[in-house]
């Protein structure tokens, strides 16, 4: 835990400039008639989880740079995420990955989580990777696999991901499935798809009434061929087959170039059945980069959707799952995860101001121009001292990354752990 005084004393040096964009944006605001205060609740509301497998330096097949000071274990990845959370209030949850995360003292971890004012909030499970002595292997696939043995053996991991959710207090199972095929003909993909959707019905009928089953969706990779849950069409369809309690999971980064997201947002909010996001940034593929680093228009109209849904009661979708999924090869993974909340935290800001009376009259009298500039205007206030005063009121920094940087908290790991490295991708 990092002494709030190190926070109290930065906040100090920085109040003087803070007050002063606050100052300018609570008469901008005012002017158009918003109260600054009901922008600020709603910014010290918002929650976004923490991926466990994001604590440690992220890499590629090509190489991974560890900067020393990763937690080693479960225990020291809690700590991490309290870390975050004292600095931005913002983050009172991490996500798990079973086996990386597999808890070696139940009781004692939700010690150790209520003493970081955490809680778990999905469980996610891996049939991507063989562990040792598995009795048959995912290389052709674990749920949607031909063998009926191997996908006995991929829903009994998932039952037992929700065993350990269980004695963690969680209540969501995220799913994502690897599976796929390289090579055309190699998969009979119309069977596979049934395949998938018989498994997963067996792993909800062992879910507790008030789980959740999260059901992710990617075009590719590992698979280059075809992803038997490729796109948000498929994954809606198994969670239509599958029940009530089954959504949609949006990863910012498994779409293919040039989709309209927020257009696939707006649609699952329609149906009720979007789940919750894993927030990145990416420029090509599945990057994993710090959110809204790449394309932050495209994030903040993403935003634009979610708001207007939210807002609206005639949608009746449940309450979404906002967590970070990326990883961090260039960038210190605590910099990096605070930098991705921020920015999470100022666009949804952006998008609580914007005018939808006035964008509801320009849409419905077709003035483009009018509607477009709404949004652009929305788009290019800077909302980040209303994050900055979110922070400081719920007791953190006025700038996170300033006062981690300023406690030299890394060093201060780097001194405690060596030079560990996280378990992870
Ligand atoms: C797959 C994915 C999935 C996780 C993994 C860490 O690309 O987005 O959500 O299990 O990353
Ligand atoms: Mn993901």
């Known amino acids: 835990m990092l002494s709030n005084d190190i926070i109290q004393q930065h906040n100090e040096k920085l109040q003087a400039d803070h007050q002063f964009r606050l100052a300018y944006l609570t008469e901008l605001l005012d002017r158009k008639g918003i109260d600054i205060q009901t922008i600020i609740d709603k910014i010290k509301a918002f929650q976004v989880a923490i991926p466990s497998w994001a604590l440690g330096t992220g890499g590629t097949r090509f190489g991974r740079f560890p900067n020393g000071g990763e937690p080693r274990n479960l225990e020291e990845k809690i700590e991490d995420v309290g870390l975050i959370h004292q600095l931005n209030r913002s983050s009172n949850s991490i996500s798990l990955h079973i086996p990386w995360d597999i808890p070696s003292d139940a009781n004692a971890i939700k010690q150790l989580l209520k003493a970081n004012d955490l809680t778990i909030d999905s469980v996610n499970s891996n049939t991507f990777q063989d562990q040792k002595d598995q009795p048959y292997s995912y290389k052709f696939g674990s749920l949607s696999h031909t063998k009926s043995e191997v996908r006995d053996l991929a829903i009994q991991h998932n039952i037992q991901c929700v065993?350990?959710?269980?004695?963690?207090?969680?209540?969501?199972?995220?799913?994502?499935?690897?599976?796929?095929?390289?090579?055309?003909?190699?998969?009979?993909?119309?069977?596979?798809?049934?395949?998938?959707?018989?498994?997963?019905?067996s792993i909800y009928k062992s879910m507790p009434d008030d789980w959740t089953m999260l059901i992710e969706y990617k075009p590719y990779e590992p698979h280059f061929y075809s992803m038997v849950i490729p796109d948000w069409g498929t994954s809606y369809s198994l969670c239509q087959t599958v029940g009530k309690n089954a959504q949609v999971l949006?990863?910012?980064?498994?779409?293919?170039?040039?989709?309209n997201i927020e257009q696939i947002v707006g649609r699952l909010m329609h149906f009720g059945r979007l789940g919750g996001f894993h927030f990145?940034?990416?420029?090509?593929?599945?990057?994993?980069?710090?959110?809204?680093?790449?394309k932050p228009y495209q994030f903040f109209l993403i935003f634009n959707e979610l708001v207007d849904g939210m807002q609206d009661p005639s949608v009746k979708n449940p309450p979404l799952a906002w967590m970070i999924d990326a990883s961090h090869n260039t960038k210190d993974p605590i910099e990096d995860l605070l930098q991705s909340v921020n920015a999470i935290l100022t666009t949804y800001a952006k998008a609580l101001l914007v005018d939808r009376v006035a964008l509801a009259d320009a849409q419905e009298n077709n003035d483009v121009l009018r509607a477009e500039e709404l949004l652009r205007d929305t788009f290019m206030t800077d909302a980040r001292a209303l994050v900055a005063e979110a922070s400081r009121q719920a007791g953190g920094a006025i700038d996170p990354i300033a006062t981690f940087r300023g406690g030299k908290i890394r060093s201060g790991l780097v001194d405690k752990r060596g030079f560990s490295v996280a378990t992870g991708l």
């Open 163 to 201: 065993e350990y959710g269980k004695m963690l207090d969680s209540k969501v199972l995220t799913v994502w499935l690897a599976d796929g095929s390289n090579f055309p003909g190699q998969s009979h993909m119309r069977s596979a798809y049934q395949r998938t959707s018989d498994s997963l019905s």
């Open 280 to 294: 990145n940034g990416s420029m090509y593929g599945d990057d994993d980069l710090t959110t809204g680093s790449i």
């Open 250 to 259: 949006v990863d910012l980064g498994h779409h293919l170039p040039n989709t």
